[in-house]
């Protein structure tokens, strides 16, 4: 039985709803090692689920007909806007890679589903929670699988400091990420005076693989010393 004020077990049935689905996608994004955990999930699920809650009943004590009058919808839209905070504060860019774009949607789709939650639409929420999965499992299978985009392979352009031997870490990157090397090229300079980094060596290769190239251009942003990396749009190296 629901109560007066909106305070009753269908509540606080939402509300756990919300912190069960939220906290799924949080153990998931948590075994990947995402720079937002389980507890960032649950907690943006159960606030988005809470603040549906206090716009749906918060006012019933002051509302008055035709005098006082309430919009729950404006809660919604505040949701929205506001959770790009937190989406915005785990995207970072390094070294040329913007990293953090798929873990701010699901932050997203988290205050989403908390707020169907809290809306009372539990079969939408689950449905949701249920596609996240299908999109984090489900589709890098799906790509792997695609042929590639590109005949003649993907053109990458790599700076990197000279003398510490990143031929061999680059080559053997790209080759646990299951991309093909066809041609190299290399030419070393030396950098100007203003610079404080030591000499560079400039390399062109092209690859091909079934896998996106942005995973391979990711993994090589973790090589330490390597200072640039970017794709080119001609279509080989002649």
């Given amino acids: 039985m ?18 069960v689905l939220s906290a799924l996608i949080g153990i998931e994004r948590e075994v990947r090692q995402k720079s937002a955990g389980v507890r960032t999930y649950t907690l943006v699920g159960v606030a988005a689920a809470l603040f549906m809650l206090v716009s749906k009943y918060g006012f019933n004590d002051v509302l008055r007909p035709q005098i006082v009058v309430v919009d729950p919808s404006r809660i919604a839209a ?20 913007v990293r953090g774009l798929t873990t701010a949607a699901s932050v997203w789709l988290t205050a989403a589903l908390g707020m169907a939650c809290g809306a ?8 949701t929670t249920i596609g996240h999965f299908v999109i984090m499992f489900g589709f890098p299978k799906i790509i792997g699988r695609l042929p590639a985009n590109r005949k003649n392979g993907t053109v990458l352009r790599l700076v990197y400091e000279d003398g510490r031997g990143l031929l061999r870490t680059i080559l053997l990157c790209c080759t646990q990420c299951r991309f093909t090397i066809e041609q190299v090229r290399l030419s070393s300079h030396q950098t100007e005076r203003s610079d404080p980094r030591p000499s560079a060596v400039t390399l062109f290769m092209e690859v091909k693989g079934k896998r996106p190239i942005s995973r391979l251009i990711e993994k090589l942003g973790e090589i330490d010393g390597l200072w640039e990396v ?6 080989g190296l002649e």
């Fill in 2 to 19: 629901v109560s007066l004020y909106g305070q009753g077990w269908l509540q606080l049935g939402e509300l756990a709803l919300a912190f």
């Fill in 78 to 97: 505040q949701i929205v806007s506001g959770i790009g905070f937190i989406g915005g504060g785990v995207i970072f860019m390094r070294r040329d890679v």
């Fill in 120 to 127: 009372g639409l539990p079969a939408l929420a689950v449905a």
């Fill in 230 to 235: 970017e794709t080119r749009e001609d279509d």
